[in-house]
């Protein structure tokens, strides 16, 4: 492999990207905004007020037990009201006047087990969760209040660090994964098509350049504007640098300032190494395109099942058992796993689960570079 | 089949082709040519569109693989990636990268070829009257200028094997003197020139010509023999009556598919 051929591909190609302004935006400014507006929604997202619906069918012990219900449930700053009658109560929902109907059954104050009903909508099943949760806790609380047997409080402790209330903590490692992968491979993509279809890679393959140094020159090429990428948007994620308020502009904070457990500059390897595997991919993928649009469109059959099977979204535990094997042929799974060892876990090299998860990117990368500079043959069509 | 033998007493062939076959499919793109060329001489690839013109140069270039037969090039058998740094070849299309400025271009493609000198840069850019806008990015470039840089691209490692594919497509007339002449002094120069074109005006041009039509080279020689031989005023003619006595029973009509031979 010629140094020389391979320092010159690398120049032009990074040449170019640096003069395609619009893609420069797109590695450089999308994933900013992108996750913070992700920050801004899970940190800041509201939570839908609680309007319960009380109906009583106990009689008397059913109304001394409303009232120390509503008690608890204001305290949990939710609005209460009654109903005569569960289809009442229903209707309410459906006229959203109310959010949530608690139906105190008949059977309350007897001996044996009390079976309290509680209804919704049935709309959004993640944000009634919430909703029947404080109902259960209001619940519990009103029965301690009648009974004077206090309930046992839950402590949560973590093995790793302290447990974050920062939503963005378990979030922001598979993001930074994400984008470092998906911009990377897009550019690569879409640059390499161009090169196939503008005759260039005719001419080029014209010269005695090796595939070999093509490869290398764009993973050299892509993988400094990978670095770049990846340099800003951990430093956006992980720092904030507070700016106090000046006279009309109140005080802001730059930055996600999301707590890391581990070195970032370890995160920052495995990122990179993702991002290397990536830029192969898409000269290999750039091979079974004729348009950009094509390589657009293998966006669904490339990218979204990494993101469904990678642990971005769902946990790979979570998965169905069927599909847990799957994760394993993913590199961004090996990415998203190897990010939160380092930023939730605390990881250093001698974890065995990240150096199972660096193994695995490097492996990745090597087999993608090999199949891509296989693609690029002295007979291209 | 017409087939001059090369001239003889001449130097070595620094192209030769012997029995070169590339099949797709069932269409033999290339079917059965066989050639020597020498060097110095400029030689005249012509026929229609979709003749085989393109793939017959890839062949030799070693871009592409033979079906069958063998091709060389300065005595080294096709393909061969170390011989691709003593051939210059310009692709039909521009091939040069539009974000790129003229002078990255050329410097981008003389490293591809091992060339690290500058003055090789200036040299070809300045053959090319191309040397005032190194500095112009490529894509704002007009078509005849792009196809300028083309060939400053190809020849920037001053290569003693050329192949033009269809060198003057969009370059204005004038412009088109000055490549030939260049191609000429080239030639003069020892360089064996090898020039695909489908229009018939400029072949006069070329030292020798070979007619192409599906695939196979149909008849060879200079301009005014061709002419003789067929007995016909113009090249075109010329081309239309040796392609009818290449026909094989159930081909088409003589003449029909030299359509695209203006």
Redesign the interface.
């Known amino acids: 492999m010629?140094r020389?051929?391979t320092i010159?591909?690398f120049?032009?190609v990074a040449?170019?990207i640096r003069?395609?302004r619009p893609s420069l935006a797109l590695l450089f400014i999308a994933p900013i905004v992108l996750t913070g507006l992700l920050t801004f929604i899970l940190r800041e997202g509201e939570t839908p007020p609680v309007n319960a619906v009380v109906v009583n069918l106990a009689g008397t012990p059913g109304t001394v037990y409303t009232s120390a219900l509503t008690a608890a449930l204001e305290e949990e700053g939710a609005t209460v009201a009654t109903a005569p009658d569960q289809a009442a109560a229903e209707q309410m929902i459906a006229d959203g006047d109310a959010t949530v109907a608690i139906v105190l059954p008949a059977s309350l104050g007897t001996e044996g087990q009390v079976e309290i009903t509680v209804v919704t909508s049935g709309l959004d099943p993640a944000g009634e969760g919430s909703q029947v949760v404080t109902v259960s806790r209001a619940l519990v609380g009103a029965a301690a209040t009648i009974t004077g047997v206090t309930p046992p409080t839950v402590v949560h402790e973590t093995v790793y660090g302290t447990p974050s209330t920062d939503p963005m903590a378990n979030f922001a490692p598979p993001i930074i994964a994400f984008f470092a992968y998906f911009f990377v491979y897009i550019l690569t993509g879409v640059s390499f098509l161009r090169e196939r279809t503008?005759?260039?890679l005719?001419?080029?393959?014209?010269?005695?350049?090796?595939r070999g140094e093509i490869v290398a020159g764009y993973t050299l090429g892509f993988g400094l504007f990978a670095a770049i990428q990846v340099a800003i948007l951990m430093t956006w994620v992980l720092g904030s640098i507070e700016i106090p308020a000046i006279g009309p502009l109140p005080e802001v904070s730059i930055g996600l300032g999301i707590d890391v457990g581990g070195n970032p500059a370890l995160a920052y390897l495995v990122v990179i190494l993702a991002a290397m595997g990536s830029v192969s991919l898409g000269i290999f993928l750039s091979t079974f395109a004729r348009t950009e649009l094509q390589v657009i469109q293998f966006i669904p059959i490339v990218i979204v099942p990494q993101f469904l099977l990678s642990g971005v979204l769902f946990p790979v535990a979570t998965l169905p058992e069927i599909l847990q094997p799957l994760s394993y042929l993913m590199p961004l799974a090996y990415a998203v796993d190897g990010l939160r060892q380092v930023f939730v876990a605390g990881a250093d090299l001698s974890v065995t689960a990240l150096q199972v998860d660096l193994l695995a990117l490097s492996l990745f990368a090597v087999f993608f570079a090999v199949i891509a500079s296989r693609t690029i043959r002295?007979?291209?069509a | 089949m017409p087939m001059d033998a090369p001239p003889a007493g001449a130097s070595p062939p620094a192209i030769r082709a012997v029995g070169l076959v590339k099949t797709f499919g069932t269409i033999r793109a290339v079917d059965d040519v066989t050639f020597d060329l020498v060097p110095g001489r400029i030689y005249g690839l012509l026929g229609p569109n979709g003749s085989g013109k393109t793939t017959l140069i890839r062949l030799l270039?070693?871009?592409?693989?033979a079906t069958s037969g063998t091709a060389e090039v300065l005595g080294s058998r096709m393909?061969s990636?170390?011989l691709?740094?003593r051939?210059g070849?310009m692709?039909?299309?521009?091939?040069?990268?539009?974000?790129?400025s003229v002078g990255?271009n050329a410097?981008?493609?003389a490293?591809?070829?091992?060339v690290?000198a500058d003055g090789a840069v200036e040299e070809a850019l300045r053959i090319v009257d191309l040397a005032d806008r190194r500095a112009s990015?490529t894509g704002t470039l007009s078509g005849g200028q792009r196809r300028r840089l083309s060939l400053a691209?190809?020849i920037v490692h001053q290569p003693p094997v050329i192949f033009l594919d269809e060198p003057t497509v969009g370059v204005d007339p004038l412009l088109r003197v000055q490549f030939w002449g260049y191609f000429r002094s080239l030639a003069q120069g020892g360089a064996t020139i090898v020039v695909s074109s489908h229009v018939m005006d400029e072949a006069d041009r070329c030292d020798e010509l070979l007619f192409v039509r599906a695939g196979r080279v149909i008849a060879r020689g200079s301009g005014g023999d061709l002419r003789q031989r067929a007995g016909t005023a113009s090249l075109e003619d010329a081309f239309v009556r040796f392609a009818g006595e290449a026909v094989a029973p159930g081909d088409p009509a003589p003449g029909s598919g030299a359509g695209g031979a203006r």
Do not use: K, N
């Open positions: 010629s020389r051929r010159a591909l120049r032009r040449q170019e003069r395609d503008g005759g260039t005719e001419r080029l393959m014209g010269t005695p350049v090796t002295r007979e291209v | 270039t070693g871009l592409a693989r393909p990636r170390e691709l740094g051939i070849y692709t039909q299309s521009d091939g040069v990268y539009p974000t790129l990255e410097r981008f493609f490293s591809m070829y091992g690290t990015i691209c190809a």
